[in-house]
């Protein structure tokens, strides 16, 4: 087991491991396990509550353990990397008559360090999404919200491995759709749509033939697009018969999709996201889930300096949950609240 060392709030630094859960107010500000940034840092200094907080120590001495916190502008250079080298590796094991799971495991093992940086992955796929790359980019992203929920949510190291292997894999299927169909701008005809919708299908009979397979990861696989209320597909499951990998998958999925704008709804600006999940909550996402991502989701968004549809600056001071596309903000030293400027709304994050 891995030592560990208790400091006090004034002795953190951005880049130490929580050894611990950091819960401010009842709710989780940091999962174990996950980087301390200084946003997380002024945080904890604001509520008071918290006066020491357990972070990792170095394997190989005393000293602190201390991760390298990436820019969200490195980050992307970092994930279309990884794209990249997925692209590889789907190419690689769709070629084989039994595929396995070793390039998988050891892709697994390499991003999952750079998942650590929470704010950082959420605010890079807020930014720059998965457009133009429905398959690669897009699953990149998947898996790093899917790894990062299933943390918030406290899953075990398995538990956490297994929903990994079903996120990278859970768009598979995807190689063997007609580009055309996967890159279309606007809806899809109802022929393309059926024939989409075999994506999941696909997936699963692909990665079934990988021999010992733990049937969670290939019953999540063909789930991820079914609904609490039966409206999902292939097999219209309803509620407790859709596998928890796919409930959480179904979430991270429905992030990158609207944050890259290709879902139904017009989209405004990166708050949108937030608000797609929680109407989703209502009737076709498990609303548990979603609510735990909203509630860790909203923290990384205070302080951040967003541009307005009319080209101002300000920083985001407030979100609420019951309406999560108005926040409060800091206009040039003003508060501005958009819950009473229907003409205004956030259009980007900027990301310096």
Request: hydrophobic fraction near 40%; aromatic fraction near 8%; glycine fraction near 4%.
């Amino acid at each position: 087991m891995q030592k560990t060392k208790l400091l006090s709030i004034s002795e953190l630094k951005p880049g130490m491991v929580s050894s611990m859960d950091i819960k401010v107010e009842g709710t989780v500000l940091l999962a174990k396990g996950f980087v301390i940034t200084q946003p997380i840092i002024d945080k904890l200094k604001e509520a008071y509550i918290i006066d020491k907080v357990q972070v990792l120590l170095d394997k190989d001495s005393d000293e602190t353990f201390i991760f390298k916190v990436k820019t969200v502008k490195e980050l992307q250079t970092t994930f279309s990397e990884f794209s990249s080298n997925l692209e590889n590796i789907f190419t690689d094991i769709s070629s084989l008559k039994v595929p396995k799971l070793s390039e998988i495991k050891n892709f697994m093992d390499k991003i999952e360090e750079e998942f650590k940086s929470t704010g950082v992955v959420i605010k890079n796929i807020l930014f720059y999404g998965s457009a133009g790359d429905p398959i690669y980019r897009h699953t990149v992203n998947v898996t790093a919200i899917s790894f990062i929920l299933g943390k918030w949510l406290g899953l075990d190291v398995q538990d956490l491995a297994l929903l990994t292997y079903a996120a990278i894999l859970h768009d598979f299927g995807k190689i063997q759709i007609d580009k055309d169909i996967l890159n279309k701008e606007g809806s899809l005809t109802p022929e393309e749509y059926e024939i989409y919708k075999t994506h999941p299908v696909i997936s699963y009979h692909f990665i079934n033939q990988i021999p010992c397979i733990n049937p969670s990861i290939s019953r999540s696989i063909i789930m991820h697009h079914e609904k609490i209320d039966g409206s999902g597909y292939p097999l219209q499951v309803k509620g407790n018969k859709i596998p928890k990998f796919a409930k959480i998958i179904a979430i991270a999925d429905l992030f990158d999709t609207v944050s890259s704008n290709r879902h139904s709804k017009k989209i405004t600006g990166p708050l949108d996201a937030l608000k797609v999940i929680k109407e989703e909550s209502l009737t076709k996402l498990d609303s548990s889930y979603c609510n735990m991502f909203l509630n860790h989701v909203v923290n990384f968004f205070m302080g951040e300096t967003v541009q307005l549809n009319d080209k101002r600056l300000c920083k985001i001071i407030q979100i609420q949950m019951e309406d999560l596309t108005n926040p409060l903000l800091l206009d040039d030293g003003e508060f501005l609240d958009l819950k009473k400027e229907k003409d205004l709304y956030v259009e980007k994050l900027v990301v310096s």
